[in-house]
T-cell receptor
């Protein structure tokens, strides 16, 4: 089954404790991205990757890191999480192209206390 | 970053009613996608429109891309409880590659 898998689905942690949210896709997609979703603000892009070893900032990259060492994986790293990073996070993947459908994971709800 | 405004933000209607959701911008887009998101899940693509004036139908849902490619609408005929969810529009520009700008969403509740 074609899918984007995120882990964990839920995480409650404390300020300053490094965490990683994993994302894996099995569709051989070149493009992967991370979004955060906050009430009334829709989906805002954090980082994206056009291919292996190619990453770039989205609209809200501060406080986040990513890496793309393999085509299928695109982890999101919070080196020193803060309460304003409490949010619902989505990973997405697609083929290259401006009108390609984005395939989303089921989301990771992060609470930073 | 281009701004996409969706209206209304919330909509609560009875089963069988018709409704229209709007997605507007002052910028021209190369493509416009509509997604539906249900609780606990990620958004799922409903349709992509790329030509100004284009109309696409998906059962009881009708999607339209404005002639100037700055706006879009989603019309649902005879809404059903299964249509309940968050509807998101997302715009793309050829020069921006795969990057999408999302609207704030319309949360629809259809009551039986």
């Amino acid at each position: 089954e074609a899918q984007v898998t995120q882990n964990p689905r839920y995480l409650i942690t404390v300020t300053g404790k490094k965490l990683t949210v994993t994302c894996s896709q099995n569709m051989n997609h070149e493009y992967m991205s991370w979004y955060r979703q906050d009430p009334g603000l829709g989906l805002r892009q954090i980082y994206y990757s056009m291919n292996v070893e190619v990453t770039d900032k989205g609209d809200v990259p501060e406080g986040y890191k990513v890496s793309r060492k393999e085509k299928r994986n695109f982890p999101l790293i919070l080196e020193s999480p803060s309460p304003n990073q409490t949010s619902l996070y989505f990973c997405a993947s697609s083929k290259k192209g401006y009108n390609q459908p984005q395939h989303f994971g089921d989301g990771t709800r992060l609470s930073i206390l | 970053t281009q701004l996409l405004e969706q209206s209304p933000q919330f909509l609560s209607i009875q089963e069988g009613e018709n409704l229209t959701v709007y997605c507007n911008s002052s910028s021209v887009f190369s493509s416009l996608q509509w997604y539906r998101q249900e609780p606990g899940e990620g958004p799922v693509l409903l349709v992509t429109v790329v030509t100004g004036g284009e109309v696409k139908k998906l059962k009881r849902l009708t999607f339209q891309f404005g002639d100037a490619r700055k706006d879009s609408s989603l019309h649902i005929t005879a809404a059903q409880p299964g249509d309940t969810g968050l509807y998101l529009c997302a715009a793309g520009v050829v020069d921006a590659g795969n990057m999408l700008t999302f609207g704030g969403g319309t949360r629809l509740m259809v009551k039986p």
